[in-house]
């Protein structure tokens, strides 16, 4: 099972004020929250991070039949950036989970999988028509949809 | 406090993040903050801080966990107040 998210940094840039007090303790463990405030860019961190949570909430929470809102338990280690791609391992209720991330200037796009490397998906990015609703048709394995952008992945 | 103020103490908070007037203008005690309101997460996280500073109550990660809806948040909100 994969599970993906993307980040349109724009529009969470105009929604979301995640230096407003308490923000990140709500959302981010003590290690993230130490990787947000040592790193060059902290946006693109926060953002990165995020996307990771989500990306394995998607999997976790249809594997084990879990809803919540519980950010705090989806604990991302192993965070690595080289360039445009990052790797990271997210762990949640002692499942491990493994994401590979795409950093682009507009956007982040990570996708998520049980195993490392992640299962070889194909992915497919585009402007995101809340009209069109045709890519339904094409069975993709996972969807993500923020902003302008709809992120679809295939097996 | 009494309940329909609370509600539209709620109603007031989650209007700033809400993406579906129509679901916003029919909020009851139903109404899921996701699939009806479609409020993105990153701003489910707002709304608790907004819930947190409206009722000077702190609201802990395991009750942050179950407000997805208006009646999960309302009987958090109830509970939190009691205990002060």
């Not at chain 1, 007090?21 to 405030?37: A, D, N, P, R, S």
């Not at chain 1, 965070?79 to 997210?90: F, Y």
Request: charged share 25%; with cysteine.
């Amino acid at each position: 099972m994969i599970g993906n998210d993307i980040v349109d940094l724009y529009q969470a840039d105009a929604d979301s004020n995640w230096r407003r007090k308490g923000y990140l303790q709500k959302v981010f463990t003590m290690e993230e929250q130490q990787l947000i405030q040592t790193s060059s860019n902290p946006c693109q961190m926060v953002w990165l991070l995020w996307s990771m949570k989500e990306a394995v909430y998607k999997i976790h929470s249809r594997k084990k039949n879990w809803q919540a809102f519980a950010p705090g338990k989806l604990c991302c280690t192993e965070v690595k950036i080289s360039g445009q791609c990052a790797s990271g391992v997210v762990t949640c209720q002692r499942v491990r989970y493994f994401t590979q991330s795409s950093l682009c200037p507009d956007f982040i796009h990570t996708i998520a999988g049980e195993s490392f490397p992640v299962e070889a998906a194909r992915i497919r990015i585009s402007s995101y028509d809340p009209s069109d609703l045709s890519y339904r048709n094409t069975a993709p394995a996972t969807v993500s949809h923020h902003g302008r952008y709809l992120a679809l992945a295939y097996l | 406090m009494d309940r329909q103020l609370l509600l539209s103490k709620l109603k007031t908070i989650v209007a700033s993040y809400s993406h579906d007037k129509d679901a916003l203008e029919y909020l009851n005690e139903t109404t899921d903050f996701t699939k009806d309101l479609k409020i993105n997460s990153a701003n489910l996280v707002d709304v608790v801080l907004d819930v947190e500073e409206e009722f000077d109550i702190e609201i802990d990660n395991l009750s942050m966990e179950r407000m997805l809806n208006v009646s999960a948040a309302i009987e958090i909100i109830e509970t939190k107040l009691k205990e002060k």
